[in-house]
């Protein structure tokens, strides 16, 4: 803590930081997740019921790949361990973005067309900031220590032996999904200061997530193009996943993880900030 | 039945086609969203379609009792099917409920849960007539799995959808009403909407679980939703299977029903309306 100057504090009363301390953004984004935790806890059943389903969405989704795999040995050459180590994988961004991502379904009628996006404006904080942070879905956080489960499960079945750079490769993959994800979701978000109310875009591309999670292999060439090139959701699950499994075939790929991920995520920003540029307010 | 009684039944019957009609026709306005629902309900088929086909090709021509094109009109069947019967009535009865506005519901003379039902079959009825049936056609033609190919088959699919579609909007009814009991109930409405999901049958044929769970799962009413009509669709069902099945979608709809109107009855005396 600097402590020098009075005037740009946090909003906390008893020992803010200051705006330029390295921690200023973290210590924000706790205050806003204990203010959900907070919200979240008022209805306790609620919570829990929520959580409860949230796991049984995945274990869903799990009972879908054992039932399989009790009547085939493989799909395109991956077993059964291989495919929960992809699924386990892909989770780690996915619930990661999820977390975070609440607003972007809400953006349009709630922020453009309803004018919340005023309320943000003219507080001194990134934009982006309050908005993802603003509706902290906690439950979607879960999914995260699954993913760790069945890798680590499955990277024990198989043998995998981790180092130090595995790790630090992991964890760079996994924020470079994440950011991927939010940044082709934020300009999606984004179209709505263009075109007020529904273009249906973003359920369409939300639905194309599923095919991030399982190998490319099983998709003929232009879907595959289009999965690794043009709409790279196949860098945020099996890409980076198949790397840890096979190195030799698809590490040489995964390293473009981190690049193609910020090219997107400059995209996602590039189109928010035109479309902020562009925000008029609502007229009532 | 006498005169009056009978102007009461069909005034009845034309407020609830009413109803139903005027969702469909305020539905239209959204009908220039044509071509990008038709387009997410084929990328929904599609990412089934591809993993079950890799799928196929790991496990030889068939796996169960199925083929891989049976298979394909099973999943295109599911996913267009769903777009007919998967609605919000869990949501928005729990948001009335919430809000309050259920109060000026009750005092119109209609009875609301049945008035909520007819109006999302307005809607799934739109959904059906312009994403889901173009989309089964357009997905028929990519994925070449063979339609059904007799008048009857349709009307099977048909019949069974219907079955399907009454009883997810009569258990989304009951746990919309559970609000009245726990006022914010979201985690249950997930929790439901995941069993529905995975013991319907959208993503995986009943056939394939484990042979002990199999006959437990086919028992339940999930399974009218999705298993039953898309069976139908892909010519699965012989007539005596068509007919048992009938049978147990009317008996569980008689029960989810009774279910309904006790909680109903007990959920009215409940009803906090707050502000003012």
Redesign the interface.
């Known amino acids: 803590m600097s402590g020098t100057g009075g005037e740009s504090f946090a909003a906390s009363p008893k020992g803010g930081i200051h705006r330029r301390h390295l921690l200023y953004y973290p210590s924000l984004a706790l205050h806003y997740l204990a203010m959900e935790v907070k919200c979240r806890l008022a209805y306790r059943a609620d919570f829990w019921a929520g959580l409860i389903s949230d796991l049984f969405h995945h274990a869903s989704t799990l009972v879908v790949l054992l039932v399989l795999f009790s009547h085939i040995p493989h799909i395109k050459g991956w077993n059964r361990e291989e495919m929960l180590f992809i699924y386990g994988y892909f989770l780690l961004p996915f619930s990661l973005f999820l977390t975070t991502s609440a607003n972007y379904w809400e953006f349009s009628d709630r922020y453009v067309v309803k004018g919340e996006l005023d309320r943000l404006l003219i507080r001194p904080l990134p934009v982006l900031f309050q908005l993802m942070l603003e509706e902290i879905e906690l439950e979607a956080f879960f999914g995260f220590p699954v993913g760790v489960a069945l890798m680590a499960y499955s990277a024990s079945r198989l043998g995998l032996a981790w180092g130090a750079l595995d790790f630090l490769a992991l964890g760079i993959l996994v924020l470079a999904g994440t950011l991927l994800y939010h940044g082709v979701f934020l300009l999606l978000a984004s179209l709505a200061f263009w075109a007020e109310g529904k273009t249906g875009l973003m359920p369409l591309v939300w639905n194309l997530n599923a095919y991030g999670r399982y190998p490319i292999e099983i998709y003929r060439g232009g879907l595959r193009f289009l999965l690794t090139w043009v709409l790279p959701l196949a860098f945020v699950g099996f890409i980076p996943a198949a790397s840890f499994l096979r190195p030799r075939d698809w590490a040489p790929l995964a390293a473009l993880t981190l690049p193609v991920s910020l090219a997107f995520f400059g995209l996602g920003l590039l189109g928010w900030r035109a479309g902020l540029r562009r925000y008029r307010g609502t007229g009532s | 039945m006498s005169p009056v009684a009978d102007r009461a039944l069909v005034w009845g019957i034309s407020l609830y086609l009413h109803l139903a009609r005027n969702r469909f026709l305020s539905l239209l306005a959204y009908r220039a969203?044509f071509w990008?629902?038709v387009?997410?309900y084929l990328?929904?088929f599609?990412?089934y379609y591809?993993?079950w086909?890799?799928?196929f090709?790991?496990?030889g021509e068939s796996?169960?009792k199925l083929t891989f094109p049976q298979m394909a009109a099973y999943l295109g069947a599911g996913w267009m099917g769903r777009a007919f019967w998967f609605n919000n009535l869990d949501r928005e009865i729990a948001r009335e409920v919430r809000e309050g506005s259920l109060a000026l519901q009750l005092i119109r003379p209609y009875n609301y849960l049945g008035a909520r039902v007819v109006e999302a079959l307005g809607e799934g009825f739109f959904r059906f007539v312009f994403y889901a049936l173009p989309g089964l056609f357009l997905a028929a033609l990519l994925a070449s799995f063979p339609l059904p190919a007799s008048p009857w088959q349709w009307g099977a699919f048909l019949a069974a959808l219907l079955i399907g579609f009454l009883v997810n909007s009569l258990l989304n009814c009951l746990f919309g009403l559970l609000s009245f009991f726990?006022?914010?109930?979201?985690?249950?409405l997930?929790?439901k909407?995941?069993?529905v999901?995975?013991l319907s049958g959208v993503?995986?044929p009943l056939d394939?679980?484990?042979g002990f769970l199999r006959p437990l799962l086919a028992s339940l009413p999930f399974s009218l939703i999705s298993y039953f009509p898309n069976r139908a669709f892909a010519g699965l069902l012989s007539p005596s299977e068509f007919l048992r099945e009938t049978v147990l979608g009317l008996s569980w709809m008689a029960i989810l029903t009774l279910g309904l109107a006790l909680l109903w009855d007990r959920a009215r005396r409940r009803l906090v309306v707050q502000g003012g």
């Open positions: 969203n990008t629902g387009v997410i990328v929904y599609g990412s591809y993993l086909k890799a799928v090709e790991a496990g796996l169960g726990f006022l914010r109930n979201e985690g249950f997930w929790a909407r995941v069993a999901d995975v993503f995986l394939l679980y484990p």
